[in-house]
């Protein structure tokens, strides 16, 4: 037979037990699964969209340096020159007055407004006539890509920044954390569903 001495350690020793256990259990119940990243909103699932062949929306002019243009409803649009530079001229609803157009400047900066008296030039130096990117149609130029989503409805994206435009709104993505690039406007000028 045992002495009382020896049964209040093993008592002890499994109300420990349980009271780790019921620690153990309460802090897994409270840890919370990460949440899967939101897929991307339609304007920016590029490969729903029908490729075109790039290289018609090229000017070969000296005076162009190598850019891409096309013209999606309103907005006229040019790719390049250098990798991850894209740049849209026309103003939506929630931009700065006055301003000119957003781009994107070599995937580093951006997407940012274009204030007038800037410096910054839209649209072919030589003269070449852009042509029209139909809706539901994409071009991809090196690791840049655009698209028109719906009538008057243009988005661009590079490997890390995109911008989506139409009439009444836009939106703009970019790197957590970066300060490079313009303001996206309050959530209740956007669409529910990207907000």
């Known amino acids: 037979m045992r002495a009382p001495t020896d049964v209040l350690p093993r008592r002890r020793l499994w109300s420990l037990l349980l009271l780790l256990a019921a620690a153990l259990a309460a802090t897994t119940a409270v840890v919370v699964p990460q949440a899967a990243a939101a897929p991307p909103p339609t304007e920016l699932r590029f490969g729903s969209f029908a490729p075109v062949n790039a290289t018609k929306y090229q000017s070969l002019r000296f005076a162009d340096n190598g850019r891409t243009f096309f013209v999606a409803g309103q907005w006229r649009c040019q790719i390049g020159p250098q990798p991850g530079s894209v740049a849209c001229s026309g103003r939506p609803a929630t931009a700065p007055p006055r301003t000119r157009g957003v781009a994107i400047t070599n995937d580093l900066n951006g997407p940012s407004w274009v204030p007038p008296g800037t410096t910054y030039r839209f649209g072919s130096q030589a003269g070449f006539r852009a042509p029209v ?18 009538r008057n409805v243009v988005s661009c994206a590079t490997n890390n920044r995109a911008f989506m435009l139409s009439r009444g709104w836009h939106k703009f993505y970019y790197p957590k954390g970066d300060r490079r690039h313009s303001a996206n406007p309050a959530p209740k000028y956007l669409p529910a569903r990207l907000r």
């Open 133 to 150: 990117l139909k809706v539901g149609q994409r071009i991809t130029v090196a690791n840049t890509v655009c698209a028109v989503p719906r």
